[in-house]
């Protein structure tokens, strides 16, 4: 049994079960025993590879994104450009090294990383040394306009389940038996609140509900600043683009499907991104919401053809054909990965979306 294993038994022995939300959080983010606390976690020896760590090429249209929206806000003497959980750095050093060629912005632009793990904040500072580093969303500048960009980071913050039952919302709880962890049925819950109306008006008995307070709070927050201090936040992930029931919770050890319940902290924990429901949230707060783009689609519409051409033309081009197909085609990233653009109210319509 792993130690965070023989931690969580006892604390549902003690206290009774837990909502899956407070489980996700003790996997991902216990301080000793944390998965993000793990030495390797993307990459071909890790568990996921990310679209960044695919090619240079998804960093670079991410960078052109955001130097667009940069002149769209008129070109701002300072800009904070803020990524959310940043992983290896990558992103954030293709994004800057491309960024760099629009006169202006590499002088108008301070990097700031929101990011819990100490572990990880060590490689980002390799890459990306001159970054300000945060706990939570909670102390980024108000001074300054914000270009925010967020790349797997929704689908790792903790999510609550419901079960439709005798035409209720009961939460789905993690339970304990003979030293075993897993689901049971627990009460109504308050917390079913977040559920959209039209997500409960159309379901079955049996149905699974999801929500993610944490996503949206923290999208609400920023969107808010946003409406306030102008900027522009674009955010990637997997998921979906209109709220619906379904149990899209998941472990990934390993480049595989694993039981989420087996081995705490030892495997990634994420679920589906509800962008619906994001986008809803940063509108309440006064900021504009794109429509919500394929992934494929956006990075296509950006130029991301024309950029592995050139990039084929000087270097390996079955190798960029193969890393295009992966970012782009439908039965790879290409259309599970969605795109949202959220903005202050007045700015040209973002592009790819
Ligand atoms: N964006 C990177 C990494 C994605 S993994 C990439 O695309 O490769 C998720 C990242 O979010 C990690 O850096 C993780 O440490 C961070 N993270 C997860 N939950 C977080 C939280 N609640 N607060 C801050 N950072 C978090």
């Known amino acids: ?47 996921f590879i990310t679209a960044p760590e695919v090619s240079q090429m998804f960093g670079e249209m991410v960078g052109l994104w955001l130097a667009d929206r940069w002149i769209a806000l008129g070109r701002p003497a300072r800009v904070s450009l803020v990524e959310l959980g940043p992983g290896r ?7 800057l ?4 060629r629009v006169p202006g912005f590499q002088a108008a632009a301070t990097v700031h990383f ?8 060590a490689l980002q500072a390799e890459k990306v040394p001159d970054a300000t580093w945060h706990d939570d969303i909670l102390t980024l500048p108000t001074s300054a306009p914000l270009l925010i960009v967020a790349n797997e980071f929704f689908d790792a913050l903790p999510i609550h389940q419901f079960e439709r039952t005798g035409g209720i919302w009961r939460e789905r709880m993690v339970g304990e038996a003979d030293g075993r962890l897993g689901f049971i049925p627990g009460p109504a819950s308050p917390m079913a609140g977040l559920i959209d109306p039209s997500v409960t008006a159309s379901a079955a008995a049996g149905a699974i509900a999801e929500v993610c307070p944490m996503g949206v709070s923290v999208m609400g927050t920023l969107a808010g600043m946003i409406a306030e201090q102008g900027g522009a936040f674009l955010a990637l992930d997997y998921g979906y683009a209109t709220s619906a029931t379904g149990d899209t919770f998941q472990a990934l050890k390993s480049h595989a499907y694993t039981d989420p319940f087996a081995e705490p902290g030892a495997a990634d924990l994420t679920a589906h991104v ?21 992934q494929g689609t956006f990075l296509m519409t950006l130029g991301i053809g024309a950029r592995a051409e050139a990039l084929a033309a000087s270097g390996d081009p079955a190798r960029i054909l193969a890393d295009l197909k992966r970012l782009t085609a439908p039965d790879e990233m290409g259309t599970l990965f969605k795109a949202l653009a959220v903005q202050s109210p007045g700015l040209t319509p973002p592009p790819g979306f």
């Open 97 to 100: 090294r491309t960024a760099a």
């Open 89 to 95: 750095g990558t992103l954030m050093a293709d994004i």
């Open 114 to 121: 929101v990011e819990a793990s100490r572990q990880l904040r």
């Open 1 to 47: 049994m792993t130690a965070l294993k023989a931690e969580l038994v006892s604390r549902i022995r003690a206290l009774g079960p837990m909502a899956l939300a407070d489980y996700m959080a003790a996997c991902l983010m216990h301080p000793v025993h944390g998965y993000y606390q793990k030495e390797r976690v993307f990459g071909a020896e890790g568990d």
């Open 274 to 294: 509800d962008f619906a429901a994001l986008a809803r949230a940063a509108a309440e707060k006064g900021a504009s919401a794109s429509r919500i783009a394929d």
